[in-house]
């Protein structure tokens, strides 16, 4: 089982953002309530991973924890997952598109001063 720890590790070893978000997620939503709550509640380890990607990442578990209905897990909310500088908008967006990411962004990316678009975390 992958666990959201795991994709912070992998990151730090160099794995493409959104191939490991990817597989995380298809791996999430083939698991049962069980497995998903174990896949989210660690706090992942100190490693180097980009403060866009940690915020992002935190993001995607508490939304997906809302989603499912799983308890948020308290790591999520620490100051390490929040970026306070400079917003990060997904897909190196620009001018209109970061407009409609402003829009349509899920709460929980919002929270966090991260925009993306709003299935962001829906796979096909």
Not at 21 to 31: I, K, R, V
Not at 76 to 87: G, I, Q, S, V
Request: charged residues 25%; aromatic residues 16%.
């Amino acid at each position: 089982m992958t666990r959201i720890s795991d994709v912070f590790e992998q990151l730090a070893e160099g794995c493409d953002f959104y191939i490991c978000l990817g597989n995380f997620l298809d791996e999430f939503y083939g698991s049962n309530q069980t497995a998903r709550a174990e896949m989210i509640q660690a706090e992942p380890p100190s490693v180097r991973v980009p403060k866009e990607y940690k915020a992002f990442l935190a993001a995607a578990v508490h939304k997906l924890a809302n989603d499912y209905g799983l308890d948020v897990p308290a790591w999520t909310f620490k100051k390490d997952y929040y970026l306070l500088e400079k917003p990060f908008f997904d897909c190196q967006a620009k001018g209109k598109l970061r407009l409609l990411f402003m829009y349509k962004s899920p709460l929980e990316f919002k929270h966090r001063n991260v925009f993306v678009d709003e299935n962001v975390l829906v796979r096909v």
